[in-house]
Nanobody
Framework: QVQLTESGGGLVQPGGSLRLSCAAS????????MGWFRQAPGKEREFVAA????????NYADSVKGRFTISRDNAKNTVYLQMSSLKPEDTAVYYC????????????????WGQGTQVTVSS
C-alpha cells in the first residue's frame, strides 16, 4: 500500500508562489500516475495536474495552466507542484493521489491519497 504525505502549504499573498511536495512511502511503480487535486470549502474535489512516474507527459486543469508546474524527483520518490501567480480562488486543501494506468481527471479513479495540505491565498 502506498502512503503519500503532502507538505509545503501555507498562507501567501495574491501573486505569490508556493511549492508543494508529495512524498511517497515507497518507490512508485513505473506505470503509475501522480496527481494533484484541490478542494475548496463547499466545493467538490477538482483535478489540478498530473504526471506519469515514468516519462515526461503532464496534464493541467485550464484554471492553472501557465501558472502551476508539476514535476517529480524519482530519486526522492517525490512529486512537486510549483504554484506561481497565485489567486484567492486557488485557496483550497491540496491533495496528492496516485493510480495505475493513464492520467485521469476524475478523483474517483485514484486509489491512494495523502492527507492534504492547506493553501490560503489572501492579502
Amino acid at each position: 500500500q502506498v502512503q503519500l504525505t503532502e507538505s509545503g502549504g501555507g498562507l501567501v499573498q495574491p501573486g505569490g508562489s508556493l511549492r508543494l511536495s508529495c512524498a511517497a512511502s515507497g518507490r512508485p511503480s513505473s506505470d503509475c500516475v501522480m496527481g494533484w487535486f484541490r478542494q475548496a470549502p463547499g466545493k467538490e474535489r477538482e483535478f489540478v495536474a498530473a504526471i506519469y512516474w515514468s516519462g515526461s507527459s503532464t496534464n493541467y486543469a485550464d484554471s492553472v495552466k501557465g501558472r502551476f508546474t508539476i514535476s517529480r524527483d524519482n530519486a526522492k520518490n517525490t512529486v512537486y507542484l510549483q504554484m506561481s501567480s497565485l489567486k484567492p480562488e486557488d485557496t483550497a486543501v491540496y491533495y496528492c493521489a496516485t493510480r495505475i494506468g493513464s492520467i485521469q481527471r476524475n478523483p474517483s479513479r485514484y486509489a491512494y491519497w495523502g492527507q492534504g495540505t492547506q493553501v490560503t491565498v489572501s492579502s
